[in-house]
Every structure is written in C-alpha cells, then in structure tokens.
C-alpha cells in the first residue's frame, strides 16, 4: 500500500480560492489546434492528424510487439522535420536503443535518448529541453521519490502520469506514455490513468505474425474509429497501405472459408474467416477463437444451433481470422456462422469460382441486421471480384439481400456444390 512519507499533525484544510469569470463559448477561438505530423501515416490517421501540443498520448500493446520501434519511428521522422524530441526509457540502455535505431536507419541515430527511471529527473529534462514531443517508455517502470510502493504499482503510476502531463502541458509538450497490457487484452496499471490521458491508442497482433493493428479507444482530439495497419519487416514497421489485397490473397473456395467485408474506422477491409468444426472427445467442446472476441463466438454458435438447424453441441469449434489481425464488430457475425455452418457440413460454400463474401448483424432471433457502410464494403468486394455479396436488407448495389439467418445458409451452403468427405 502505498503512502507519502510525510507527517501531518492533523486533517489539513484547503485555501479559499479566488472567484474566476466564466466566458461563453462563443466567444472561445475556434481555430483548429495545431497538429505535429509524425510522417507515419497510418498513425497520425488514427490521432486524428497528428500529435496536438500539450497532449497525453498513452500507447498500449503486449511485449515485443513494436511499441518502441514505433514512437522511435515517429520521433526520427518529427527530429527530420526540425522539431525537438526526446526519448526517455526506463527499460532499455542506451546502448540497446542504438542497436534498434541502427537497424530502422534514417534520423533514428539522431533522436536524443534518456536512460532514467527517476520521475524527477525526467521532468527536470522535460522542463529543461523543452521538447515538442516526448517519448516515456514505459510509465510502469518508473518510480516517484517520496512515495511508497513499487513502479508499476497503483499509486506510483498515477502519480507518474500526473507529474509527466503537468510537465508537458506547461511546457506545450506532445507525451507519449508506453504502457503494457495484460493477458486479458487490458492496459496494465490503473484506470485512472485511461481517464487521465486525452488519447489511449492500442497496438494489437501477434508475435508469432507480421501484421500490426493500430486502434484509438479514447481520443479527445479526433474520431476513435479509425485504425491503421502496419506489417513488421527487418526495418522496421511498414505501412499496409492495400491491406484487402494482403488479406486475401490466398483466400480460395474450401470448407470454412469465407472472405468478410468489414470496416476498420472509414476503411473497408476484406479479411478471410476460416473455420473448423470435429467431434469433440471432451465433456465440454472446446471453442476456440483467434481474431474475434469469444463471447461473440459464443453468441453466434447459440443463434446458428436455434435458428440454423446446426448441431454444435458435441462438437469442436475452431475459428480463425487470417493474417493475425483482430475484428471487432458486429458486421462479422453472418461471416462466422457460414464459416462454421460450412465447416460443420463439408460444405465449399456458394457455387462461384470464387470464395464467398459477407457482412452483416445477427439477432438472437435469426434475423440478419444492418450494419454501417454497406456501399464502401461493396465496392471493395467488387473491387476484387467478389460477387454476389451476401448483404442484410436494404444494402443495395449488386448485394444478395439476405433477411434472416436460414436465407443465408439456404443461399450459400444448400447450392454449395463441393461436399468433402470427413477425413
């Protein structure tokens, strides 16, 4: 537990402030804040612009998925531009963070760097060099003099946090605060720290996989749809710019397989679903889920029992979202439920030559549900030759309109014309 090493002689009492005259908004100027472009541009997408002076940035993600070689790519690209950066790491020395700035190249090299965990001495820095954007990596690691408790622990990453956004905030000074998250998906450390900061981004994927994916889920200076999309190479991150076209390329007609038009933020985006259904010799089937949320696995194998007529009950269930990337939305449901409905049955789905395309809600009761942009997910469908899209009602263009659950499976999985026998 911790707590300040100070004394008190008793309950302390707050200082009368003084009366401050309250302004209409009207009168507040409504020019656009400035935006400092980092030149990556699927992360200044997805900042809404770039980094806002004065702001607090917090950049979550699990180990060794490429939190630092993204701030030190962005801090290389705003030191190229002339802005003033530092880079302050409580985890790595200096040395180490030259061997990475080595292998990224460019401006890199020249990216001033601080090996310090003491609070401090970072915000004496700070205030000193008066950098325009900063780089603290990690704000679990550091600690605070004169309170108790381990770095990482509740009340020093409050007050860290606390401490470094004053700092920056007078200073006009962009922070970038690197954070872990937990085997749950969650940021490590306390909520108050979400609430403190004005953006929480989330860097997602796997290690085992090349592809990263950049998510805001709170970002008080621009939309939090928006998602970027990067591929790890020996260089470093590299933008994916036709993310549909690397997703689905191998994509092909086979049991299980259905390609989903889905949205990342204003983006449209084909991701291949692949599914596998096998008798289960355990007393509780598994239902395993790579790239969606289980719950809405869950959801969805419930709706396919009650209103697809497919047994799942003693059976195995497997899915996998291609490439490593991660869906959330509920535009995926009808892709999972053919998938799996597919896979249960042997079934290629469709009778096309290529692999059949989807999107759209499922309700408890087996309806198919509107989902947002269905025009842009169409014209990226079609923009790889995937037609007929199976879409809810009322998705217009050149859509199979689908109303309920069982008119989906009719379409695709009855007419499909490929039955493979069980191995």
Same mark, same amino acid.
């Given at each position: 537990?911790?707590?300040?090493?100070?004394?008190?002689?008793?309950?302390?009492?707050?200082?009368?402030?003084?009366?401050?005259?309250?302004?209409?908004?009207?009168?507040?100027?409504?020019?656009?804040?400035?935006?400092?472009?980092?030149?990556?541009?699927?992360?200044?997408?997805?900042?809404?612009?770039?980094?806002?002076?004065?702001?607090?940035?917090?950049? &979550?993600?699990?180990?060794?998925?490429?939190?630092?070689?993204?701030?030190?790519?962005?801090?290389?690209?705003?030191?190229?531009?002339?802005?003033?950066?530092?880079?302050?790491?409580?985890?790595?020395?200096? @040395?180490?963070?030259?061997?990475?700035?080595?292998?990224?190249?460019?401006?890199?090299?020249?990216?001033?760097?601080?090996?310090?965990?003491?609070?401090?001495?970072?915000?004496?820095?700070?205030?000193?060099?008066?950098?325009?954007?900063?780089? +603290?990596?990690?704000?679990?690691?550091?600690?605070?003099?004169?309170?108790?408790?381990?770095?990482?622990?509740?009340?020093?990453?409050?007050?860290?946090?606390?401490?470094?956004?004053?700092?920056?905030?007078?200073?006009?000074?962009?922070?970038?605060?690197?954070?872990?998250?937990?085997?749950?998906? #969650?940021? !490590?450390?306390?909520?108050?720290?979400?609430?403190?900061? #004005?953006?929480?981004?989330?860097?997602?994927?796997?290690?085992?996989?090349?592809?990263?994916?950049?998510?805001?889920?709170?970002?008080?200076?621009?939309?939090?749809?928006?998602?970027? $999309?990067?591929?790890?190479?020996?260089?470093?991150?590299?933008?994916?710019?036709? !993310?549909?076209?690397?997703?689905?390329?191998?994509?092909?007609?086979?049991?299980?397989?259905?390609?989903?038009?889905?949205?990342?933020?204003?983006?449209?985006?084909?991701?291949?679903?692949?599914?596998?259904?096998?008798?289960?010799? %355990?007393?509780?089937?598994?239902?395993?889920?790579?790239? +969606?949320?289980?719950?809405? %696995?869950?959801? $969805?194998?419930?709706?396919?029992?009650?209103?697809?007529?497919?047994?799942?009950?003693?059976?195995?269930?497997?899915?996998?979202? $291609?490439?490593?990337?991660?869906?959330?939305?509920?535009?995926?449901?009808?892709?999972?439920?053919?998938?799996?409905?597919?896979?249960?049955?042997?079934?290629?789905?469709?009778? &096309?030559?290529?692999?059949? !395309?989807?999107? &759209?809600?499922?309700?408890?009761?087996?309806?198919?549900?509107?989902?947002?942009?269905?025009?842009?997910?169409?014209?990226?469908?079609?923009?790889? &030759?995937? @037609?007929?899209?199976?879409?809810?009602?009322?998705?217009?263009?050149?859509?199979?309109?689908?109303?309920?659950?069982?008119?989906?499976?009719?379409?695709?999985?009855?007419?499909?014309?490929?039955?493979?026998?069980?191995?």
């Amino acid at each position: 537990m911790e707590e300040r090493r100070e004394s008190s002689t008793g309950p302390t009492k707050s200082k009368p402030g003084r009366a401050a005259s309250p302004i209409p908004l009207s009168q507040v100027s409504a020019s656009a804040e400035k935006r400092l472009a980092t030149g990556i541009g699927e992360l200044d997408r997805v900042l809404g612009g770039g980094l806002v002076p004065g702001s607090a940035v917090l950049l &979550g993600g699990a180990p060794g998925i490429g939190k630092s070689t993204l701030t030190s790519m962005a801090l290389a690209n705003l030191s190229d531009a002339g802005e003033k950066v530092l880079y302050v790491s409580a985890e790595e020395s200096a @040395q180490q963070i030259r061997l990475r700035a080595q292998r990224l190249g460019g401006g890199a090299l020249d990216v001033p760097v601080l090996a310090e965990t003491d609070l401090g001495t970072i915000v004496a820095t700070i205030q000193q060099e008066r950098p325009s954007v900063c780089v +603290i990596d990690s704000v679990q690691t550091l600690h605070a003099d004169g309170l108790n408790g381990a770095p990482g622990s509740v009340g020093q990453v409050r007050e860290v946090a606390g401490a470094l956004m004053r700092a920056a905030k007078s200073q006009s000074t962009a922070v970038v605060l690197v954070g872990h998250i937990t085997k749950e998906g #969650d940021l !490590a450390g306390p909520r108050v720290l979400e609430h403190l900061v #004005d953006c929480v981004l989330l860097f997602e994927g796997e290690r085992e996989r090349t592809y990263r994916t950049l998510r805001a889920m709170k970002n008080r200076f621009g939309s939090t749809a928006e998602a970027g $999309v990067f591929e790890m190479s020996e260089g470093g991150l590299v933008e994916v710019l036709d !993310a549909s076209a690397r997703f689905v390329a191998e994509a092909k007609r086979a049991p299980g397989s259905v390609v989903l038009c889905a949205m990342e933020g204003s983006r449209p985006l084909l991701v291949e679903f692949q599914a596998l259904v096998s008798p289960s010799e %355990l007393t509780q089937p598994r239902r395993i889920a790579n790239g +969606i949320d289980r719950n809405r %696995l869950a959801l $969805v194998l419930a709706v396919l029992t009650r209103h697809g007529g497919i047994a799942l009950g003693a059976a195995d269930v497997f899915l996998n979202v $291609v490439g490593g990337v991660r869906v959330d939305e509920p535009g995926a449901d009808l892709a999972v439920a053919i998938a799996v409905a597919a896979a249960a049955k042997g079934v290629i789905p469709g009778n &096309g030559t290529t692999p059949v !395309a989807c999107f &759209g809600e499922l309700g408890l009761t087996g309806e198919v549900r509107s989902v947002g942009h269905p025009d842009r997910r169409l014209a990226e469908a079609s923009k790889f &030759g995937l @037609q007929p899209v199976l879409a809810p009602p009322g998705a217009g263009g050149d859509a199979r309109e689908v109303a309920s659950l069982r008119d989906a499976l009719a379409a695709v999985i009855a007419s499909g014309e490929d039955r493979l026998q069980a191995v």
